[in-house]
């Protein structure tokens, strides 16, 4: 079964300013990877697959990157709504496997 | 698009409860469907696969030989049968749709609370 790390576990940042999330597997996944996005109280909501790609009304402060095994999400400019907690997710064939997530605060 | 969890209750170790999950707003017979659970204030598990005809069905080995996943395309409904239920399946329930080539789960309904305890 593929890994998926993420880091930090907490991310403290102000609105505006940029936020850098890491996501390792454990092996490669093919650059099939997505980030998803939970504020308290919802279910999670798809904002990035196959590494890079915004899924549809996600705005463009979103960027995916990476390959093989390192993948990171960023948001170029904070918005209040933004904080939340962010889980990467892969599918190795028909099972997939989420990361731990990295909860972003405001500081 | 919308999809809408019902069934969570609370239930004995080694009791059985079926999930419900109705899916308007799409065509849902040619959707792939899933189950996501999450232990709450913890991290996401996935559960089981569908595909849109039922060809093929996936489990997470925690589940594996306990629950089963089916579906109704007459019905645009989704169910999870959870037997011999243990403390640790206590989570929110999650159904979500196959997107974006596939790989991808999106959207996801609201989730239903699933306690397992004595």
């Known amino acids: 079964e593929i890994v998926l790390t993420q880091s930090p576990a907490t991310l403290s940042l102000s609105p505006g300013e940029r936020a850098t999330l890491s996501c390792r597997a454990s092996?490669?996944?093919?650059?099939?990877l997505a980030w998803y996005q939970q504020k308290p109280g919802q279910a999670p909501r798809l904002i990035i697959y196959?590494?890079?790609t915004r899924a549809t009304g996600i705005p463009a402060r979103f960027s995916g990157s990476g390959s093989g095994t390192d993948f990171t999400l960023t948001i170029s400019s904070l918005e209040p709504e933004d904080f939340a907690v962010y889980y990467c997710?892969?599918?190795?064939?028909?099972?997939?496997?989420f990361g731990g997530g990295t909860k972003v605060e405001i500081k | 698009v919308q999809l809408v969890e019902s069934g969570g209750a609370l239930v004995k170790p080694g009791g059985s409860l079926r999930l419900s999950c109705a899916a308007s707003?799409?065509?849902?017979?040619?959707?792939?469907m899933h189950w996501i659970r999450q232990i709450p204030g913890k991290g996401l598990e996935w559960v089981s696969a569908?595909?849109?005809?039922?060809?093929?069905?996936y489990y997470a080995d925690s589940v594996k030989g306990r629950f089963t996943v089916s579906r109704d395309n007459a019905r645009n409904s989704l169910y999870l049968q959870m037997n011999r239920l243990r403390d640790e399946d206590t989570a929110v329930y999650y159904c979500?749709?196959?997107?974006?080539?596939?790989?991808?789960?999106?959207?996801w309904g609201q989730g239903t609370l699933v306690t397992v305890s004595s």
């Open positions: 979500a749709k196959e997107c974006c080539g596939g790989n991808w789960f999106d959207p």
């Open positions: 707003g799409f065509t849902f017979s040619s959707s792939g």
């Open positions: 569908i595909a849109p005809s039922s060809s093929y069905k």
């Open positions: 092996q490669t996944v093919n650059n099939y």
């Open positions: 196959d590494t890079s």
């Open positions: 997710q892969q599918r190795n064939n028909w099972r997939g496997t």
